[in-house]
């Protein structure tokens, strides 16, 4: 790893815990609607920050406009997503480009996050885009956070991949990201810990779980603390963050556990959230 990107690196993995806690605050590259909870990115941004979330994804156009509650603080890095997805668009998991490297280098990001999603429609062109931001992140030094995760059709599309797939399609996505560049791969939950020991276990590089969903605060941080027996670093939370009625209290938790000083049950209570955890 060169120099630049170790130094990133240590801004998005927290290197005294070895531990990190994403928020994925990017769905509106890709989902196919403005989900509810995207409507006031500087509080979210705030949230995130107070609640010790060690970055936030957002895409360079909001790398512009929150620069200014970026600045003000030391204590949030910035991953800029660079593809977005062509959810209307006749064929079906089509991800582009939409910005270089160079360009999050230049807007001053601490590293980059795309969505690689691997389907038929599309295979041959994700892994030469996955392959092509791998090799810009090696030249100037930006770490590159993969979401080798299910296909983005999986937003009420009623197409069942994790069903359909399964854990041979995220071990396998997350091992050709590794291979193709990536210093940190993000995957779906598979269902256990054992299962996801073994995507953990078919790459070199650190592994975070994907929040997905809403579910309960308990389910989510029960899972999160699961993912972290089974060899994750951490978590990337979107939904589960930004569409929670207190989101800061929620990453609070997130962070407690993710850094192993609360059980699920104990970061509830600690952060007076309700251990059902009512689902918005």
Known sequence: MSTGKALRMRRIIDPATQSTLMFAFSHGTSSPEVLPG?????????????????????????VHSLAEVAGASRDLAVVAKITSTASRGGTKHQERLIASVEHCAELGCDGVVAMIPFAPENEPDVISLTAQIGEACDRLGMPYVAE????????DSGDDYAKEWGLPY???????????GADVVKSNWPGSGEEFAQIVEAVSVPVVVAGGSRESDL??????????????????????IFQHDRPAAMVAALSQVVRGTASPE?????????KAGAVA
Do not use: H, M, T, W
């Open 38 to 62: 995207l409507e006031n990115p500087a509080a979210q941004y705030e949230a995130a920050r107070e609640g010790g979330a060690d970055c936030i994804f957002i895409a360079p156009g909001l």
């Open 170 to 180: 995220l071990k396998r996505s997350a091992r050709l990201c590794a291979e193709l």
């Open 266 to 274: 104990d970061a509830l209570e600690s952060n007076d959230l309700g």
């Open 219 to 240: 389910d989510l941080l029960q899972k999160v603390a699961d993912a972290r027996a089974a060899g994750a670093v951490g978590c990337s939370v979107g939904r589960n």
């Open 148 to 155: 080798a995760e299910f296909p983005n059709a999986y937003y």
